[in-house]
């Protein structure tokens, strides 16, 4: 059974502890930014950051209301990623059966820059980056080497509020669904995004849009042919309301 990380917006503060444990225990190398308007840094999923707390800001009338949203690798059941990786290197990308990590490994070199956008694009996340210095692809990989010794991501260790949190995959659904219902009273739109699809399950109390552009896979938006591919071969959904579905 894979393992599962459930990831509860509502209870985000924005913190970035996840954010700035995730570059630690990767030692990745610090990004040279600026100010853009936003107190999201960096502004996007980049090589030495695979995890990016993003802010959206929304007026509601009078009212202002943040949107926090952890972005990182969705670690799919059946990744697209994968399948487009595996037509031009195998084992580029691989996908450990015990933990439902999905890894880039260092045979992602050999991909040529076309094949590496293939690979990108094949992506309804818009997750996979390339370190220029290496070639290599790199994105979050659930820190499976901390999770095969029997220890959380460096992520969801950090977390002070539950927003992050990890466990079996049935366990972490139970969860999830419960704090769905539990939300549903005071947010009609709350959802969970890809539950059947996907090992980092997202709790919205909003739509998608309103946190980031591929929070999940637009519903009737169009599709590359690369994407379309992945869906039509593999169990990928929109988002769904689960409470919907029972």
Known sequence: MSKVVFVDTSRCTACRGCQVACKEWHELPANDT???GSHQNPPDLNPYNYKVVRFSEHLDGDTVRWYFFPDQCRHCEEPPCKME???HVKGAVVRD???GAVIFTPKSKKLSAAAFEKVRKFCPYNVPRRNPDTGAMVK????NERVVRGMPPACVKVCPTGTMNFGERTDMLALAKKR???LKAKHPKARLVDPDSVNV???LIDEPARYYEYAAVPEGGPLGRQQFLAWLFSPLKKSVDTVARG
């Open 34 to 36: 600026r100010q853009t």
């Open 85 to 87: 990786a595996d037509e």
């Open 97 to 99: 059966g015990k933990t």
């Open 140 to 143: 979050c990989s659930m820190c």
């Open 180 to 182: 769905l219902q539990e």
């Open 201 to 203: 399950i997202y709790l």
